[in-house]
């Protein structure tokens, strides 16, 4: 969770989803409490798996939120040797990244985000929880509004 | 759309390798079939393959997806391989859409399947059935956990 205040806004996204980053945009501007469930979608974004096991890696050296927003600040370079680079400058020890990517704790934390959005319903990305309601795709002005406090 | 209570109709449809299948084939397990309107459509790729994602929960549960849209053998068996699908995809190519129009699911407006998904029993009996409500809305995976609890039975 990110934020101290506001709405809790849960958002089911892959970082190789264009739409995601956009909405991840939108979000960062909100006065809103957020938090991020893995959905990846392989057959639509190969890499989205490995992705979200980099974040989880990044995770366990306590640098969710910036291994988040480095992927989503540049979806043009998703690559092994490119998470390598941002696992460098985000001061991440590269030895322990590469073995905690790869771990079981990894994989169950992505598979226990994509199960729970499948049990909420979930079916493409990105999709927004607020109070309960689901709101697939990205946010429209109503929902960024009421969003805003206004 | 067929209802729940009802026997599943008949039905030959040929697979992505040309093998033909029958509800006979069916029969002895659970099975969903999921009527989806064409390969390479983009909603239809996000909503398969997110089932495949699922596909050993289903296992899990006994329970065995079959894709069946209006697609011929060879275009399912691209579109297999495109999304990297274990699940057997079935062609309702000749009489085009005929098994569709069986179980009550055919869109006469597209010349398609609507997107629905119909659950058959062990028995050949239809157990459960769910038609969405436009084809740009995916029905969640979520509603066939559903529907597999005793208590939907």
């Given at each position: 969770?990110?934020?101290?205040?506001?709405?809790?806004?849960?958002e089911y996204g892959d970082y190789e989803c264009p739409y995601c980053a956009k909405t991840d945009r939108?979000l960062?501007?909100?006065?809103?409490?957020?938090?991020f469930?893995?959905f990846?979608?392989?057959?639509?974004h190969?890499?989205a798996?490995?992705?979200?096991?980099?974040?989880?890696?990044?995770?366990?050296?306590?640098?969710?939120?910036?291994?988040?927003?480095?992927l989503f600040?540049?979806q043009?370079?998703?690559?092994?040797?490119?998470?390598?680079?941002?696992?460098?400058?985000?001061?991440?020890?590269?030895?322990?990244?590469?073995?905690?990517?790869?771990?079981?704790?990894?994989?169950?934390?992505?598979?226990?985000?994509?199960?729970?959005?499948?049990?909420?319903?979930?079916?493409?990305t990105p999709t927004?929880?607020?109070?309960?309601?689901?709101?697939?795709?990205v946010?429209?002005?109503?929902?960024?509004?009421?969003?805003?406090?206004? | 759309?067929?209802?729940?209570?009802?026997?599943?109709?008949?039905?030959?449809?040929?697979?992505?390798?040309?093998?033909?299948?029958?509800?006979?084939?069916?029969?002895?397990?659970?099975?969903?079939?999921?009527?989806?309107?064409?390969?390479?459509?983009?909603?239809?790729?996000?909503?398969?393959?997110?089932?495949?994602?699922?596909?050993?929960?289903?296992?899990?549960?006994?329970?065995?997806?079959?894709?069946?849209?209006?697609?011929?053998?060879?275009?399912?068996?691209?579109?297999?391989?495109?999304?990297?699908?274990?699940?057997?995809?079935?062609?309702?190519?000749?009489?085009?859409?005929?098994?569709?129009?069986?179980?009550?699911?055919?869109?006469?407006?597209?010349?398609?399947?609507?997107?629905?998904?119909?659950?058959?029993?062990?028995?050949?009996?239809?157990?459960?059935?769910?038609?969405?409500?436009?084809?740009?809305?995916?029905?969640?995976?979520?509603?066939?956990?559903?529907?597999?609890?005793?208590?939907?039975?």
């Amino acid at each position: 969770m990110r934020g101290d205040s506001g709405l809790v806004v849960i958002e089911y996204g892959d970082y190789e989803c264009p739409y995601c980053a956009k909405t991840d945009r939108l979000l960062a501007e909100l006065p809103i409490r957020r938090v991020f469930r893995h959905f990846p979608v392989p057959s639509k974004h190969p890499r989205a798996r490995a992705l979200a096991l980099a974040a989880e890696a990044a995770s366990l050296q306590g640098r969710f939120w910036e291994m988040h927003d480095s992927l989503f600040g540049d979806q043009g370079h998703l690559d092994d040797p490119h998470l390598w680079e941002r696992a460098r400058s985000l001061g991440l020890d590269l030895e322990r990244f590469e073995a905690d990517r790869r771990s079981d704790a990894a994989e169950e934390r992505v598979t226990r985000d994509f199960r729970s959005g499948v049990r909420a319903g979930v079916m493409s990305t990105p999709t927004l929880f607020v109070d309960g309601e689901a709101f697939p795709g990205v946010p429209e002005r109503d929902l960024l509004e009421r969003l805003r406090g206004r | 759309m067929i209802e729940a209570g009802t026997p599943a109709p008949d039905f030959k449809l040929r697979n992505q390798d040309g093998e033909e299948i029958t509800l006979e084939d069916l029969k002895g397990r659970t099975t969903v079939l999921v009527f989806y309107p064409l390969d390479f459509s983009p909603v239809c790729t996000d909503q398969l393959s997110i089932y495949q994602e699922l596909i050993q929960d289903f296992e899990a549960r006994g329970v065995q997806l079959y894709g069946v849209s209006v697609d011929s053998s060879f275009c399912h068996k691209a579109f297999q391989e495109k999304l990297n699908l274990t699940m057997p995809l079935l062609a309702d190519f000749e009489p085009k859409g005929e098994v569709a129009k069986r179980f009550g699911v055919y869109n006469d407006e597209y010349g398609t399947a609507q997107r629905a998904l119909v659950m058959i029993g062990p028995d050949g009996v239809v157990k459960w059935s769910y038609c969405s409500p436009s084809a740009l809305e995916i029905p969640g995976a979520n509603l066939i956990f559903d529907a597999l609890e005793p208590s939907a039975a």
